[in-house]
């Protein structure tokens, strides 16, 4: 597919595991960014990388969300020790550059229900 | 924080009618604008988007008026159906400065109800 892929699409785990989430960015979008939507909310910034490097990491809530971009391409959101309050839909968006005035493509996001 | 924001959480129209959808911002750093439909389960769709150097820009159906003066963004839907029911959102981008080209911000949306 031509759109921005997400895994899984469904996540269910109990408190204090950790969770790993995938995104499969636009083939050729250099720039991809991770959100998060709690039920009937807008989407919260978390992280963006250009290529492999993350600049922005200023939306993280705390220490135990990390995410990481290999080979330009793939990035995988990771969650240590998950709390009730994580449970959330994790969006992924991808950009052609990372400039300002590029639409960002978004995938349909990971639903994760914390027990 | 500075954050957009939208005038109403809801609204209800009839198959053909003309659809407004209001956004308000704050940030007057912002220059670059978008309207995403978001439908259940599904991530937010790309609509249009807009710069601050235009004032009115039109697509298949839609048209997106931004007014800097009163930091007010609008998207219409033309001749509207049961398909264009989603919830809406207007997102903004700062164009320069540290937070240049990173993070959009995301108001909560409206969600348009279509009846036939």
């Known amino acids: 597919g031509a759109g921005v892929s997400q895994s899984p699409s469904n996540k269910v785990t109990e408190k204090g595991k950790d969770v790993e989430l995938r995104c499969d960015p636009i083939?050729?979008?250099?720039?991809l960014y991770w959100y998060r939507q709690s039920l009937g909310q807008g989407l919260e910034f978390l992280i963006y990388f250009q290529g492999n490097s993350a600049p922005d990491k200023s939306g993280l809530p705390s220490d135990r969300f990390s995410a990481e971009r290999t080979g330009g391409s793939v990035s995988t959101l990771t969650i240590q020790r998950t709390q009730q309050e994580d449970s959330a839909v994790y969006l992924c968006?991808?950009?052609?550059?990372?400039?300002?005035?590029?639409?960002?493509?978004f995938g349909d996001g990971t639903r994760l229900s914390i027990l | 924080g500075e954050s957009v924001g939208l005038h109403l959480p809801t609204l209800s129209v009839q198959e053909g009618d003309n659809s407004i959808i209001n956004c308000a911002y704050s940030n007057s750093a912002s220059d670059y604008f978008i309207w995403y439909k978001q439908e259940s389960g599904k991530g937010p769709q790309f609509i249009i988007d807009i710069r601050s150097n235009m004032d009115k820009r039109q697509g298949q159906r839609v048209t997106v008026l931004l007014n800097k003066t009163v930091k007010h963004l609008s998207l219409q839907i033309a001749a509207t159906q049961p398909g264009d029911s989603a919830v809406y959102f207007c997102a903004e981008n700062i164009g320069w400065g540290p937070q240049a080209g990173t993070a959009l911000i995301f108001g909560k949306g409206t969600t348009l109800s279509v009846s036939s």
């Open positions: 968006a991808s950009s052609f550059t990372g400039m300002s005035n590029q639409p960002q493509h």
């Open positions: 083939s050729g979008h250099t720039a």
